[in-house]
Nanobody
């Protein structure tokens, strides 16, 4: 599986962005898809995931929405009410994690190249 993330950019605090992640391969629908982010000097952290259900990090719950279109082999991350602390490189990932690993990097086998999201005041 190859992943290509896009949609990042510069946005003011309170604004919105939608990230997309296009996947290659005919088995896209079999994978759990996740979004992670990494801010400068910090560890890469889980943001949102979608498999049979959706799940979110507490820091983005109620502001971000993950969705997928299996016909288009694409997963999306709608980000609303953006905050300065959302500034990071956002990565999409695909895998078949166990329940315990679904919010951890180790649960995912394939990664996109990342797209920069910068939130300004």
């Amino acid at each position: 599986v190859q992943l290509q993330a896009s949609g990042g950019g510069l946005v003011q605090a309170g604004g919105s962005l939608r990230l997309s992640c296009a996947a290659s391969g005919r088995t896209f629908g079999n994978y759990v898809m996740g979004w992670f982010r990494q801010a400068p000097g910090k560890e890469r952290e889980f943001v949102a995931g979608i498999g049979g259900s959706t799940y979110y990090a507490d820091s983005v719950k109620g502001r971000f929405t993950i969705s997928r279109d299996n016909a288009k082999n694409t997963v999306y991350l709608q980000m609303n009410s953006l905050k300065l602390e959302d500034t990071a490189i956002y990565y999409c990932a695909a895998g078949m994690p166990t329940f315990a690993l679904r919010v951890r990097r180790e649960g995912y086998d394939y990664w996109g190249q990342g797209t920069q999201v910068t939130v300004s005041s």
